[in-house]
């Protein structure tokens, strides 16, 4: 196991992001992403991450007029 410092970033964070780039790539590669979604899946098992949420950006939560279709 990596001993990596954590602290300015969420549990599994870099397993997450790196899924949500690889739907985005074109072509898509569903090997690669399955692959990933397995690595996400182990660390959240692993650490026994309960929830995941984005940062806020600029309160636009608050504001439900912001909503896009």
Avoid: I, W, Y
Wanted: positive net charge; proline residues 4%; glycine residues 2%.
């Amino acid at each position: 196991m990596a001993t990596e410092k954590t602290s300015d970033k969420p549990e599994c964070a870099q397993q997450a992001l790196d899924l949500l780039n690889c739907v985005t790539q074109s072509p898509f590669d569903q090997d690669k992403c399955l692959h990933l979604l397995n690595a996400l899946r182990e660390c959240v098992v692993s650490k026994k991450v309960k929830k995941f949420s984005l940062a806020e950006q600029g309160h636009q939560e608050a504001s439900p007029t912001s909503k896009k279709a």
